[in-house]
């Protein structure tokens, strides 16, 4: 079993940053890879970021240049650092893990994205 704990969420003007935090705990494995996803209403859940546990990155074209993903494997920890952020990022993201055996979601956290 592997919980994952989401943090960060919240509101923010068009242009500001967010930073969201996803802690695993439990069985994790050493290979792994750790993600965010978001949905917004009326859309599908769309990958935003990951990360390997070797440290290959992917992104979403749509935050290229705007939205960092790290993590601290020490601590089996994921960020997601946002700027420039647009309206239309405003969705719940949700945090993900995956290894040879299983995948896991998180809770989900809001980010809004308003004047």
């Known amino acids: 079993q592997v919980q994952l704990v989401e943090s960060g969420g919240g509101l923010v003007q068009p242009g500001g940053s967010l930073r969201l935090s996803c802690a695993a705990s439990?069985?994790?494995?050493?290979?792994?890879?750790m993600g965010w996803y978001r949905q917004a209403p009326g859309n599908q859940r769309e990958l935003v970021a990951a990360?390997?546990?070797?440290?290959?990155?992917n992104y979403a074209d749509s935050v290229k240049g705007r939205f960092t993903i790290s993590r601290d494997n020490a601590k089996n920890t994921v960020y997601l650092q946002m700027s420039s952020l647009k309206p239309e990022d405003t969705a719940i993201y949700y945090c993900?893990?995956?290894?040879?055996?299983?995948?896991?979601w998180g809770q989900g956290t809001l980010v809004t994205v308003s004047s």
């Open positions: 993900n893990y995956v290894d040879a055996y299983i995948r896991v």
């Open positions: 439990g069985s994790v494995f050493s290979i792994n890879a």
């Open positions: 990360i390997h546990s070797g440290g290959s990155t």
